[in-house]
């Protein structure tokens, strides 16, 4: 695997990570990645220097296609949002016939229950979150250790969409009530003032906390139970697509339909 291929994949993985309801290991998954980057940072000193390389080219791929690319894609996201969401739509769908050739037997009873389990799980949050569920875990409080509490739990619980695949850390964060401060601390680091900054390590501690417990959690249920670990992250995968359909049925759904179909030849190529 070269080093260009892994820039590039880190490129596509960071770009996705902006974009509203998507996961960027969605695109992880598809490309092959996920469990490289799984035991690439839960066994890194195992063979350190072929881990730390795979890491850093991939890091240096997700920071540019998080700066650069991300910025062309959410201007086309808002001139074209029809086109946009279909184009994903179909990336995604053609991703899945891999996920399904890793499970070895996905027409076991037991394996379309856990797919299906898990995709009514995530569609049920997505309805859920629109309606009725809302924690509201509010961080604008006199209380210095409650404020911090909240902070510390957002942060482990934006780390879940940073390490499943088909969760969105910005949905977990809106349907907790913590997006918008979240998002305007990450927005404007110099202009928020030093108690918000000062706050803000705690939700950088519970990310980093709930990364590290994730990794070794995942990486160890890959190990012993991979079947089941692949069925549900198919289920999540399919299940984050309704937040993607457009809303308007007009000329630029049409093209978005052709963008999807091509979406989904080239990931599905990608990943054969």
């Known amino acids: 695997m070269?080093?260009?291929?892994?820039?590039?994949?880190?490129?596509?993985?960071?770009?996705?990570?902006?974009?509203?309801?998507?996961?960027?290991l969605v695109i992880a998954v598809i490309l092959g990645l996920y469990e490289k980057i799984i035991s690439s940072a839960t066994n890194l000193f195992k063979d350190f220097k072929n881990n730390f390389l795979f890491l850093l080219f991939l890091g240096i791929g997700v920071l540019i296609g998080c700066i650069w690319v991300s910025?062309?894609?959410?201007?086309?996201?808002?001139?074209?949002?029809?086109?946009?969401?279909?184009?994903?739509?179909?990336?995604?769908l053609g991703g899945t016939p891999y996920l399904i050739?890793?499970?070895?037997?996905?027409?076991?009873?037991?394996?379309?229950?856990?797919?299906?389990?898990?995709?009514?799980?995530?569609?049920?949050l997505f309805v859920l979150s629109k309606s009725i569920l809302s924690f509201?875990?509010?961080?604008?409080?006199?209380?210095?250790?409650?404020?911090?509490i909240c902070l510390f739990l957002s942060g482990f619980i934006y780390s879940i969409g940073k390490v499943i695949p088909g969760i969105s850390s910005s949905?977990?964060?809106?349907?907790?009530g913590m997006y918008e401060y979240v998002l305007s601390v990450i927005a404007h680091p110099i202009t928020v003032g030093l108690a918000d900054i000062k706050n803000f390590i705690w939700f950088i501690l519970g990310l980093f906390l709930g990364v590290i417990i994730l990794l070794k959690t995942i990486n160890n249920l890959l190990d012993k139970h991979h079947d089941i670990m692949y069925c549900i992250i198919t289920g999540f995968v399919i299940g984050s697509l309704p937040i993607l359909?457009?809303?308007?049925?007009?000329?630029?759904?049409?093209?978005g339909i052709l963008f999807g179909v091509l979406g989904?030849?080239?990931?599905?190529?990608?990943?054969k």
């Open 2 to 24: 070269s080093f260009i291929y892994i820039i590039l994949c880190g490129l596509l993985i960071g770009s996705f990570m902006v974009m509203p309801g998507v996961s960027g």
């Open 71 to 92: 910025n062309i894609l959410i201007l086309f996201y808002e001139k074209y949002e029809s086109i946009t969401k279909l184009l994903f739509i179909g990336l995604i």
């Open 101 to 124: 050739k890793q499970i070895n037997k996905p027409q076991k009873t037991k394996n379309i229950l856990i797919i299906l389990f898990t995709l009514l799980g995530s569609l049920s």
């Open 136 to 148: 509201n875990l509010n961080v604008k409080t006199d209380n210095y250790l409650l404020s911090s």
């Open 171 to 176: 949905f977990l964060l809106m349907i907790i």
């Open 245 to 255: 359909i457009p809303n308007n049925l007009d000329f630029n759904f049409m093209i």
């Open 264 to 271: 989904f030849i080239f990931t599905y190529k990608m990943s």
